[in-house]
């Protein structure tokens, strides 16, 4: 079993194009073969002794069962494996999420899938992947992240290899802070000494000790191995607040000068981004040295939501309770969010973030 799940972490647990479903058969009907082959060579039946007949057939049946058990991909059909997909599949799977899921994100999209997939296919990575997302509230930084794991793993945020921290509810207490720091440190190293490419989320990075953030410091470098364990194949995602302002005016100027928001490209945000995150003492980065060591791989900016994309939300969350979408609550539901600044009303300032909340007094009525 041990051997099965090396065998697909190494990558020798063969390649997906006839897919999964097929496999596992494979190795069944080789060993079948093998069985009625036997039968066939075997001297007439008076011949052969019943025991020693009766020990072929169990062998060849063992040996099948064996087969189709030890084939790695079965024994992760049944059992949660470490990588489960490769990193073709996982690129597809990431781009068709967030191209049928995601709004008005179109930044976060090609950011998000080229790095994640140049990733995944370097098998020389000199360090572990780590993406900051950014933005306003309710723009779908946590939707990202859910949607990143469970292109990589189907259980995505249960998944015994994905691991969520929140600020606020993990690490509360300035105090304690020593530690919350061993704990995580040996969180990260025990989690990614079973799984290497185990990932961790950290949410409200911008209400994060500073301390704390040192601390996950070493494992995001450039090293081969700390104490015994590479760390090369695991994922980090922070997600915070910091820098929302800055998106939300480049946004706003691309707006204000009749540009389209699709034309905003990433190197508008990019460098005003890490600029901003780092100067601001609240960020949670601050005099961290995650940024100065280039130690985050992508920075990756959420714009703000307008109008059409609030009601996007709506319109998928009265379909997923079931409902035939009426327009005249949707649009209800859009109108009653707020939007900013005061005198253009153009983004949502809480995102889709209140969208199901509103639409339970629709639907409760
Ligand atoms: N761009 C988007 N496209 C589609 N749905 C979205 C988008 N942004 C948000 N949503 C919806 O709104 C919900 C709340 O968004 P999410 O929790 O991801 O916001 P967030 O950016 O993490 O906000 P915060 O900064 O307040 O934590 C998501 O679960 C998703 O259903
Ligand atoms: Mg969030």
Redesign the pocket.
């Known amino acids: 079993m041990a051997a099965a799940e090396a065998a697909l972490r190494d990558g020798s647990g063969g390649s997906e194009a006839a897919g999964p479903a097929m496999k596992p058969w494979r190795g069944a009907r080789r060993a079948a073969l093998g069985l009625a082959l036997l039968l066939l060579l075997a001297p007439p039946a008076r011949a052969v002794e019943p025991i020693s007949l009766g020990l072929a057939i169990a062998g060849a049946a063992a040996s099948a069962l064996t087969g189709i058990i030890s084939y790695p991909r079965l024994y992760c059909y049944f059992r949660e494996c470490c990588l489960q997909r490769h990193e073709q599949r996982v690129a597809a799977a990431l781009q068709e999420s967030l191209d049928r899921?995601?709004?008005?994100?179109h930044l976060v999209s090609k950011v998000v899938v080229r790095a994640v997939r140049g990733f995944l296919s370097n098998a020389q990575a000199k360090k572990p992947l780590a993406l900051s997302l950014h933005?306003?509230?309710?723009?779908?930084?946590?939707?990202?992240s859910k949607i990143i794991a469970e292109s990589i793993y189907k259980r995505g945020l249960k998944s015994n290899y994905v691991h969520q921290f929140v600020a606020t509810l993990h690490f509360p207490h300035a105090h304690s802070i020593n530690l919350y720091k061993d704990q995580l440190q040996s969180w990260i190293r025990g989690n990614v000494s079973i799984c290497p490419r185990s990932i961790f989320i950290f949410?409200e990075m911008d209400k994060m000790h500073a301390g704390l953030i040192d601390a996950i410091k070493p494992f995001l470098d450039y090293y081969e191995l700390l104490d015994g364990v590479s760390y090369r194949q695991a994922i980090f995602i922070f997600?915070s607040?910091a820098g929302a302002e800055k998106i939300t005016e480049v946004a706003l100027d691309f707006w204000r000068n009749g540009k389209e928001r699709e034309d905003i490209q990433l190197t508008d945000m990019q460098n005003a981004l890490s600029v901003s995150v780092f100067n601001n003492r609240n960020s949670g980065f601050w005099h961290s040295t995650l940024i100065d060591r280039n130690l985050i791989d992508y920075f990756v900016p959420?714009l703000p939501?307008e109008y059409k994309?609030v009601k996007?939300?709506v319109r998928?969350?009265i379909e997923s309770r079931g409902y035939a979408v009426d327009e005249d609550i949707l649009t209800r539901v859009a109108d009653e969010m707020t939007y900013f600044p005061r005198e253009e009303r153009i983004y949502s300032d809480k995102?889709?973030?209140t969208?199901d909340a509103k639409l339970d007094y629709y639907y409760d009525l």
């Open positions: 899921r995601l709004f008005g994100q933005g306003w509230t309710g723009t779908g930084k946590n939707f990202v949410d997600l607040n959420f939501l994309h996007m939300c998928v969350e995102g889709c973030k969208v």
